[in-house]
């Protein structure tokens, strides 16, 4: 898109794929980055730098199971990629590039311990079933 032109609300709704109305509730969740510009009688019009934001947006709430809070702190620590995939693709590199990395004194989880803390938990279930 042509940085000059102006898509209507209803020309993004249909580019991607989205209700109006979602279109409007982002905009209250993420006002720093979806401003529309209002023309006569209040219509909204998006440039295309905000309708590539909205693509990234929909990306990672909709392709990548992200939460809208999520999002939002991707925003808050100025880490809006410029698309879902690289996002994505550097979370599963394995580096310390992506914005949510995990913490360096996390631990590792043992699946044998975990997988026996759940059949306990099941026995302690089931007998409290039957009292």
């Given at each position: ?8 609300i209803n020309e993004v709704s249909k580019r ?97 311990q975990l997988d026996l803390a759940i059949d ?12």
């Amino acid at each position: 898109m042509d940085n000059e032109y102006f898509a209507s609300i209803n020309e993004v709704s249909k580019r991607l794929s989205v209700p109006a109305h979602t279109l409007r509730y982002w905009e209250k969740q993420f006002p720093v980055v979806i401003r529309p510009t209002t023309g006569a009688g209040g219509r909204r019009y998006y440039r295309a730098e905000t309708v590539d934001r909205l693509i990234v947006i929909r990306d990672l709430l909709y392709k990548h199971g992200m939460t809208i809070a999520g999002v939002k702190k991707l925003l808050r620590d100025g880490n809006l990629p410029a698309s879902a995939d690289e996002f994505v693709s550097a979370m599963n590199s394995g580096t310390d590039e992506h914005p949510i990395a995990a913490p360096q004194n996390a631990t590792k989880v043992n699946t044998q311990q975990l997988d026996l803390a759940i059949d306990l938990l099941k026995q302690a279930h089931n007998v409290l079933k039957t009292v």
